[in-house]
Protein backbone atom coordinates (compact mmCIF):
# COMPACT_ATOMS: atom_id res chain seq x y z
CA UNK A 1 0.00 0.00 0.00
CA UNK A 2 1.55 3.49 -0.96
CA UNK A 3 2.17 5.70 1.97
CA UNK A 4 3.20 9.40 1.54
CA UNK A 5 4.52 11.19 4.53
CA UNK A 6 4.77 14.96 4.96
CA UNK A 7 7.82 16.57 7.26
CA UNK A 8 8.95 19.72 8.08
CA UNK A 9 8.48 22.64 10.54
CA UNK A 10 5.32 23.77 12.00
CA UNK A 11 5.65 27.29 12.17
CA UNK A 12 7.39 29.42 9.71
CA UNK A 13 8.05 33.53 9.83
CA UNK A 14 6.94 36.05 7.79
CA UNK A 15 9.07 36.65 5.11
CA UNK A 16 10.60 33.46 5.21
CA UNK A 17 10.62 30.16 3.15
CA UNK A 18 8.76 27.37 4.11
CA UNK A 19 10.72 24.19 3.47
CA UNK A 20 8.05 20.63 3.33
CA UNK A 21 9.47 16.91 2.24
CA UNK A 22 7.43 14.13 1.34
CA UNK A 23 8.68 10.69 1.94
CA UNK A 24 7.30 7.92 -0.29
CA UNK A 25 7.20 4.23 0.74
CA UNK A 26 5.97 0.97 -0.95
CA UNK A 27 6.31 2.87 -4.54
CA UNK A 28 9.09 4.17 -6.40
CA UNK A 29 9.08 7.80 -6.97
CA UNK A 30 10.44 6.95 -10.05
CA UNK A 31 7.78 5.69 -11.81
CA UNK A 32 7.57 7.42 -14.88
CA UNK A 33 3.58 7.36 -14.66
CA UNK A 34 3.10 9.81 -11.86
CA UNK A 35 4.03 13.17 -10.95
CA UNK A 36 4.16 13.74 -7.58
CA UNK A 37 2.24 16.95 -5.94
CA UNK A 38 1.71 19.54 -3.31
CA UNK A 39 -1.86 20.62 -2.10
CA UNK A 40 -3.14 23.28 0.72
CA UNK A 41 -5.72 23.85 2.81
CA UNK A 42 -6.83 26.79 4.99
CA UNK A 43 -8.23 26.50 8.25
CA UNK A 44 -11.78 26.07 7.63
CA UNK A 45 -11.66 26.48 4.14
CA UNK A 46 -10.96 24.32 0.39
CA UNK A 47 -8.32 22.64 -1.56
CA UNK A 48 -5.67 24.44 -3.27
CA UNK A 49 -3.17 23.07 -5.60
CA UNK A 50 0.43 24.21 -5.34
CA UNK A 51 2.39 22.41 -8.05
CA UNK A 52 4.01 18.88 -9.11
CA UNK A 53 7.14 17.25 -10.19
CA UNK A 54 7.85 14.38 -12.23
CA UNK A 55 11.07 11.94 -11.20
CA UNK A 56 12.41 13.48 -14.49
CA UNK A 57 12.49 16.67 -12.89
CA UNK A 58 9.68 18.00 -14.87
CA UNK A 59 7.86 20.84 -12.78
CA UNK A 60 4.60 22.64 -13.65
CA UNK A 61 2.90 25.03 -10.80
CA UNK A 62 -0.27 26.87 -10.15
CA UNK A 63 -0.36 30.24 -11.80
CA UNK A 64 -1.10 32.38 -8.72
CA UNK A 65 1.78 30.36 -6.37
CA UNK A 66 4.62 30.16 -9.30
CA UNK A 67 6.66 33.03 -8.55
CA UNK A 68 7.24 31.76 -5.13
CA UNK A 69 7.01 28.09 -5.69
CA UNK A 70 9.83 25.17 -6.22
CA UNK A 71 8.81 21.59 -6.07
CA UNK A 72 11.71 19.65 -6.49
CA UNK A 73 12.68 15.48 -6.39
CA UNK A 74 15.26 13.20 -4.58
CA UNK A 75 15.11 9.96 -6.11
CA UNK A 76 17.86 8.29 -4.02
CA UNK A 77 15.48 9.07 -1.12
CA UNK A 78 12.35 8.17 -2.51
CA UNK A 79 11.16 11.86 -1.61
CA UNK A 80 10.27 15.20 -3.13
CA UNK A 81 9.83 18.49 -1.35
CA UNK A 82 8.06 22.20 -1.56
CA UNK A 83 9.80 25.40 -1.00
CA UNK A 84 7.32 28.20 -0.89
CA UNK A 85 9.46 31.42 -0.38
CA UNK A 86 8.27 35.06 1.50
CA UNK A 87 5.39 33.17 2.86
CA UNK A 88 2.40 34.98 5.04
CA UNK A 89 -0.02 34.84 7.21
CA UNK A 90 -1.71 34.06 4.56
CA UNK A 91 0.11 30.72 3.67
CA UNK A 92 -0.89 29.69 6.83
CA UNK A 93 -2.63 25.90 6.15
CA UNK A 94 -2.01 22.10 6.55
CA UNK A 95 -0.50 21.24 3.55
CA UNK A 96 -1.04 17.58 1.94
CA UNK A 97 1.42 15.64 -0.15
CA UNK A 98 -0.09 13.50 -3.32
CA UNK A 99 0.48 11.07 -5.48
CA UNK A 100 -0.81 13.10 -8.71
CA UNK A 101 -2.18 10.80 -11.57
CA UNK A 102 -1.63 12.50 -14.86
CA UNK A 103 -2.40 11.02 -18.71
CA UNK A 104 -2.02 13.43 -21.61
CA UNK A 105 -4.76 12.49 -23.88
CA UNK A 106 -4.25 13.63 -27.62
CA UNK A 107 -7.73 13.80 -28.55
CA UNK A 108 -8.70 16.02 -26.28
CA UNK A 109 -4.85 18.26 -25.92
CA UNK A 110 -5.64 18.20 -22.25
CA UNK A 111 -4.85 16.24 -19.06
CA UNK A 112 -7.01 13.98 -16.80
CA UNK A 113 -5.84 14.64 -13.49
CA UNK A 114 -6.80 13.60 -9.99
CA UNK A 115 -4.76 13.02 -6.71
CA UNK A 116 -5.28 9.14 -5.64
CA UNK A 117 -3.02 8.71 -3.10
CA UNK A 118 -2.62 11.79 -0.08
CA UNK A 119 -0.30 12.09 3.31
CA UNK A 120 -1.85 12.48 6.43
CA UNK A 121 -1.23 16.18 5.90
CA UNK A 122 0.63 18.59 7.82
CA UNK A 123 -0.53 21.88 9.67
CA UNK A 124 1.68 24.83 9.26
CA UNK A 125 1.62 28.35 10.52
CA UNK A 126 3.13 31.66 9.51
CA UNK A 127 4.19 33.57 12.35
CA UNK A 128 6.41 35.49 14.22
CA UNK B 1 -12.35 32.94 -4.49
CA UNK B 2 -12.15 29.21 -5.54
CA UNK B 3 -12.37 28.53 -9.82
CA UNK B 4 -14.83 26.13 -9.47
CA UNK B 5 -18.37 27.31 -7.56
CA UNK B 6 -19.96 24.27 -5.23
CA UNK B 7 -23.25 25.23 -2.91
CA UNK B 8 -21.76 25.46 0.60
CA UNK B 9 -23.99 22.87 2.17
CA UNK B 10 -26.32 19.87 1.00
CA UNK B 11 -28.22 17.60 2.84
CA UNK B 12 -30.70 14.58 2.73
CA UNK B 13 -32.06 11.69 5.37
CA UNK B 14 -30.43 8.22 4.97
CA UNK B 15 -31.46 6.20 2.02
CA UNK B 16 -32.30 9.01 -0.08
CA UNK B 17 -30.32 10.90 -2.67
CA UNK B 18 -28.51 14.00 -3.11
CA UNK B 19 -26.47 16.05 -5.90
CA UNK B 20 -24.11 18.18 -4.99
CA UNK B 21 -22.89 20.70 -8.28
CA UNK B 22 -19.62 22.26 -9.45
CA UNK B 23 -20.13 25.16 -11.62
CA UNK B 24 -17.14 26.38 -14.08
CA UNK B 25 -16.37 27.44 -17.76
CA UNK B 26 -15.78 26.59 -21.10
CA UNK B 27 -11.97 26.40 -20.31
CA UNK B 28 -12.35 23.97 -17.49
CA UNK B 29 -15.44 21.87 -16.38
CA UNK B 30 -16.72 22.46 -19.97
CA UNK B 31 -13.69 21.91 -21.88
CA UNK B 32 -12.84 19.08 -20.40
CA UNK B 33 -14.04 15.46 -19.30
CA UNK B 34 -11.68 15.75 -16.57
CA UNK B 35 -13.65 16.25 -13.36
CA UNK B 36 -12.87 14.52 -10.02
CA UNK B 37 -14.00 14.80 -6.77
CA UNK B 38 -12.88 13.91 -3.16
CA UNK B 39 -14.47 13.74 -0.33
CA UNK B 40 -13.19 14.53 3.36
CA UNK B 41 -14.08 13.81 6.52
CA UNK B 42 -13.36 16.09 9.63
CA UNK B 43 -9.09 15.81 10.84
CA UNK B 44 -8.54 14.03 7.63
CA UNK B 45 -7.01 13.96 4.00
CA UNK B 46 -9.16 14.07 1.17
CA UNK B 47 -10.54 10.68 -0.66
CA UNK B 48 -10.56 10.15 -4.21
CA UNK B 49 -13.88 9.13 -5.42
CA UNK B 50 -14.49 10.16 -8.65
CA UNK B 51 -12.35 10.70 -11.65
CA UNK B 52 -12.33 11.60 -15.41
CA UNK B 53 -16.52 12.61 -14.75
CA UNK B 54 -17.57 9.43 -13.61
CA UNK B 55 -15.09 6.41 -13.02
CA UNK B 56 -14.66 5.17 -9.38
CA UNK B 57 -11.84 4.09 -8.15
CA UNK B 58 -11.58 0.65 -6.78
CA UNK B 59 -13.30 0.37 -3.09
CA UNK B 60 -15.61 3.28 -4.20
CA UNK B 61 -19.40 2.25 -3.44
CA UNK B 62 -21.66 2.43 -6.57
CA UNK B 63 -23.52 4.99 -4.28
CA UNK B 64 -21.47 7.48 -5.65
CA UNK B 65 -21.68 8.84 -8.99
CA UNK B 66 -20.91 11.46 -11.75
CA UNK B 67 -21.86 13.43 -14.20
CA UNK B 68 -21.36 16.47 -16.47
CA UNK B 69 -23.43 18.70 -18.37
CA UNK B 70 -22.16 21.68 -20.21
CA UNK B 71 -19.95 23.63 -17.40
CA UNK B 72 -21.21 22.14 -14.75
CA UNK B 73 -20.40 18.54 -13.06
CA UNK B 74 -22.45 17.23 -10.31
CA UNK B 75 -22.03 14.20 -7.72
CA UNK B 76 -24.79 12.11 -6.87
CA UNK B 77 -24.80 10.07 -3.79
CA UNK B 78 -28.02 7.34 -3.36
CA UNK B 79 -28.98 5.29 -0.42
CA UNK B 80 -27.77 8.17 1.69
CA UNK B 81 -25.73 6.41 4.65
CA UNK B 82 -24.53 8.16 7.83
CA UNK B 83 -20.89 7.86 6.94
CA UNK B 84 -21.42 9.83 3.83
CA UNK B 85 -21.49 13.24 6.44
CA UNK B 86 -18.35 14.89 4.78
CA UNK B 87 -17.19 17.75 2.45
CA UNK B 88 -16.98 17.18 -0.67
CA UNK B 89 -14.49 18.76 -3.56
CA UNK B 90 -14.39 18.42 -7.32
CA UNK B 91 -11.70 19.51 -9.24
CA UNK B 92 -10.98 19.82 -12.95
CA UNK B 93 -8.23 20.18 -15.10
CA UNK B 94 -7.90 24.09 -16.38
CA UNK B 95 -6.81 25.49 -19.76
CA UNK B 96 -3.03 26.54 -19.84
CA UNK B 97 -1.79 23.60 -17.64
CA UNK B 98 -3.42 24.42 -14.40
CA UNK B 99 -5.63 22.29 -11.86
CA UNK B 100 -8.28 23.95 -10.21
CA UNK B 101 -10.84 22.94 -7.34
CA UNK B 102 -14.38 23.90 -5.78
CA UNK B 103 -14.74 25.58 -2.65
CA UNK B 104 -16.01 22.60 -1.28
CA UNK B 105 -19.65 21.34 -0.22
CA UNK B 106 -20.76 20.33 3.58
CA UNK B 107 -23.08 17.26 3.14
CA UNK B 108 -24.87 16.53 6.21
CA UNK B 109 -27.24 13.16 6.70
CA UNK B 110 -30.25 14.21 8.74
Known amino acids: QLRLQESGPGLVKPSETLSLTCTVSSDSISNSNYYWGWIRQPPGKGLEWIGSVHYSESTYYNPSLKSRVTVSVDTSKNQFSLKLSSVTAADTAVYYC????????????????????WGQGTPVTVSS | QSALTQPPSASGSPGQSVTISCTGTSSDVGGYNYVSWYQQHPGKAPKLIIY???KRPSGVPDRFSGSKSGNTASLTVSGLQAEDEADYYCSSYAASNNLVFGGGTKLTVL
Open chain 2, 52 to 54: EVS
Open chain 1, 98 to 117: ARHDRTYYFDSGAYSEYFQH
